[in-house]
């Protein structure tokens, strides 16, 4: 079973920066796309980032030019660079493998607990 633990969130300033790690268990993990996911209160978990095995990337257009994602292979590890947070980042976020079926993309492991982003003055 596919364990995700997600760690790095906390408070900050709008306009400062984190770094998050996920650290993925009990999985090839190299073969597979990864994503970071983000839920703020009362909306739907979105994915915000997404990187290929081969470390193609791509964001949401409301993270583009702010939020870097990166992989580790040796380390089963994906990062999110956050950079300039906005208020409206506040959110829960949780790392996944994206998968396309059909026409949706669905995340294929269990999520991990998340970690919480505060972005507030």
Same mark, same amino acid.
């Given at each position: 079973?596919?364990?995700?633990?997600?760690?790095?969130?906390?408070?900050?300033?709008?306009?400062?920066?984190?770094?998050?790690?996920?650290?993925?268990?009990?999985?090839?993990?190299?073969?597979?796309?990864?994503?970071? &996911?983000?839920? @703020? =209160?009362? %909306?739907?978990?979105?994915? !915000?980032?997404? /990187?290929? *095995?081969? +470390?193609?990337?791509?964001?949401?257009?409301?993270?583009?030019?702010?939020?870097?994602?990166?992989?580790?292979?040796?380390?089963?590890?994906?990062?999110?660079?956050?950079?300039?947070?906005?208020?409206?980042?506040?959110?829960?976020? &949780?790392?996944? @493998? =994206?998968? %396309?079926?059909?026409?949706? !993309?669905?995340? /294929?492991? *269990?999520? +991990?607990?998340?970690?919480?982003?505060?972005?507030?003055?």
């Amino acid at each position: 079973q596919v364990q995700l633990v997600e760690s790095g969130g906390g408070l900050v300033q709008p306009g400062g920066s984190l770094r998050l790690s996920c650290a993925v268990f009990g999985s090839s993990f190299s073969i597979h796309a990864m994503g970071w &996911y983000r839920q @703020a =209160p009362g %909306k739907q978990r979105e994915l !915000v980032a997404h /990187i290929t *095995s081969s +470390g193609i990337t791509d964001y949401a257009s409301s993270v583009k030019g702010r939020f870097t994602i990166s992989r580790d292979n040796a380390k089963n590890t994906v990062y999110l660079q956050m950079n300039s947070l906005k208020p409206e980042g506040t959110a829960v976020y &949780y790392c996944n @493998a =994206p998968s %396309k079926v059909g026409t949706v !993309v669905v995340a /294929i492991w *269990s999520w +991990g607990q998340g970690t919480q982003v505060t972005v507030s003055s």
